[in-house]
């Protein structure tokens, strides 16, 4: 599916030829011009929910932010992902939890996986870590959605049980073994009402991860 996702994508650009998501002229997803422009904050803490500090960069409200993430993860744009990398790879400053960190990605449904045939998330992660000196482990997954959607009908009591993520093989294997790390650094794209990343905390206390960060690219309620 996503294979037949990027045909397409190839096919849409020849009858409708890609233009700047700024200032909208034909060429390059970002022109020279605006790439120039586009003003990435520095990492900053944005929030602190229930003891997890959430490190974000810029607002969603940005226009160039919003259509740079929106066309890579809802149209498959790589291009626009290599954008972010970019801007990953050549931000100096950080904070010292960055360093040598262990970078864990929130999981898409098996479903979006296979539509888009990646995961932003995953990809911030491993540039973060290339950037930082860190590591990447994937530790949860998220029910499919019909699963997910079973799950609440049966039990609409329990919050534990209605969570769509999940401690994956990976993770159970390390847990068994004695080899969870202590601390941990969540990466999404967007945070918006905190759900997500709340969610998956919940998981990784569960198993035994006794500090956890956040890092998103960008932060808004209107993802």
Not at 129 to 137: E, F, I, L, N, Q
Request: hydrophobic share 45%.
């Amino acid at each position: 599916m996503g294979g037949l996702a990027r045909l397409f994508g190839v096919f849409w650009d020849a009858l409708f030829p890609r233009a700047c998501v700024v200032c909208e002229r034909e060429g390059d997803i970002i022109c020279v011009s605006c790439a120039q422009n586009v003003k990435i904050p520095a990492w900053h803490l944005h929030t602190e929910r229930e003891g997890v500090r959430v490190f974000s960069r810029a607002s969603y409200k940005e226009r160039a932010v919003q259509r740079l993430l929106h066309a890579w993860k809802y149209k498959g744009d790589s291009s626009a992902g290599e954008w972010w990398q970019k801007w990953i790879s050549e931000t100096a400053a950080a904070p010292a939890v960055f360093h040598d960190a262990i970078f864990v990605p929130v999981p898409l449904a098996r479903e979006a996986f296979a539509e888009r045939g990646f995961n932003q998330a995953e990809l911030l992660a491993r540039a973060l870590a290339a950037k930082h000196g860190g590591s990447v482990k994937l530790l949860l997954e998220r029910l499919p959605r019909k699963a997910q959607a079973k799950t609440e009908k049966e039990d609409r009591g329990n919050a534990r049980t209605q969570n769509p993520y999940h401690v994956n093989l990976v993770g159970r294997r390390m847990q068994a073994a004695g080899q969870l790390p202590k601390e941990v650094i969540l990466v999404d794209d967007v945070y918006t009402t905190g759900s997500t990343i709340m969610a998956c905390a919940d998981m990784l206390k569960e198993m035994g991860v006794e500090k956890i960060f956040a890092i998103t690219l960008a932060y808004g309620n209107d993802a």
